[in-house]
């Protein structure tokens, strides 16, 4: 009888949890970047990526502070703030997309395409990214990896280091999206 009355009691909260909120936030996400070049890999990586996600329209945005990419060497940071992305100029890269064919109740893992326009150095150009998408209870993890052209954006790399620096970039990245609450 008691566990009865506990179900009872309990099935109105789980039902108002998931009515709770459309929208959800990473406030500390993932993103790091890697340049295989045969003089010298180049990595970095940034923990301070906002996201919102929003399943019932299958909206993502991202947000990246250029600035809070922390590479190996200081020599490289300074460098890829000043004369490659611009940072004081372009202080962000941002991300607007949609999740193709995204089911939003199904718990688990899934894989899926997310469409959209990333902008770069004030350049926006549409990208697809493959992702895999993870629903637990209270929250979605999203995680995948990409590769874009530098000539993309009008990144230019000074001659006497073309060898250096590789064309094409892997990035990679993580977010971990819990409700968010205004």
Same mark, same amino acid.
């Given at each position: 009888m008691n566990r009865q009355l506990c179900l009872l009691l309990l099935i109105p909260l789980l039902l108002g949890f998931s009515k709770k909120g459309d929208k959800y936030i990473s406030r500390n996400g993932n993103v790091t970047f890697f340049s295989y070049a045969s003089a010298e890999n180049i990595k970095a990586a940034n923990n301070q990526v906002l996201s919102l996600l929003e399943p019932k329209t299958d909206k993502i945005a991202i947000s990246i502070l250029m600035r809070a990419f922390e590479f190996e060497k200081s020599l490289m940071q300074e460098h890829f703030n000043d004369s490659y992305i611009e940072s004081e100029q372009f202080p962000k890269a941002t991300f607007e997309g949609t999740i193709l %064919?995204? !089911?939003?109740?199904?718990?688990?893992? =899934?894989?899926?395409?997310? &469409?959209? !326009?990333? +902008?770069? $150095?004030?350049? +926006?150009k549409p990208v697809k990214i &493959?992702?895999?998408?993870?629903? +637990?209870? %209270?929250?979605?993890?999203?995680?995948?990896?990409?590769?874009? %052209?530098? &000539? !993309?954006?009008?990144?230019?790399?000074? =001659?006497?280091l073309a060898n $250096?620096?590789? =064309?094409?970039? &892997?990035?990679?990245?993580?977010?971990?999206?819990?409700?968010?609450?205004?």
């Open positions: %064919n995204f !089911d939003k109740d199904f718990s688990g893992t =899934q894989t899926k395409i997310i &469409k959209g !326009d990333f +902008t770069l $150095r004030g350049i +926006t &493959k992702a895999d998408i993870t629903k +637990t209870f %209270n929250s979605y993890l999203i995680s995948g990896e990409t590769e874009l %052209n530098i &000539k !993309d954006y009008k990144i230019k790399v000074p =001659q006497i $250096r620096i590789a =064309q094409t970039v &892997k990035i990679s990245f993580n977010f971990k999206y819990k409700h968010y609450e205004k």
